[in-house]
């Protein structure tokens, strides 16, 4: 009898155990991953028809020894068509600098931007996506080579 209770319970706990189903791309879908630091600034995401508009003031720390910016955009599994709208604009005391319109599937080489101390360091970053669908990773690095 003590060996069929026993029996039954762990068959009982073995099965009742659900575990959260695993991401495949280790972002939960519709929340973007922003880390904005003194070196570096990334938004990433893992879209399902997501939109949203945000700006991030930019925590890229202004030195003497700096003399680029490396920018990194990476889209993957787009999903979305040319009517939807996606735009990532660098901005620099309210001058566009950088804009990135994105309509398919995106891979850039890390670009090189020298940058002159007083005019260029960007300051804020704006994020528009309209139902956008996909992966998209979007890198700056501040560099003191």
Known sequence: M???ILTLIFIFSFFSCVEPPEHDYGLV????????????????LYGDKYTS???FDLQLLLSDSIHKVITSLIVSDFAGSNRDTTVITV?????????????????SNPTETEVDSVFYLPKQVSVKLDQF???LEFLMIRSDL
């Open 29 to 44: 879908e519709n929340l973007p991953v922003v880390i904005n630091t003194d070196n570096v600034f990334t938004y990433s």
């Open 2 to 4: 003590n060996n069929t």
């Open 133 to 135: 669908s996909g992966k």
């Open 91 to 107: 901005e620099k005391d309210s001058t566009v600098v950088d804009v990135f319109s994105i309509t398919s599937n995106y891979s």
């Open 53 to 55: 508009e945000d700006t």
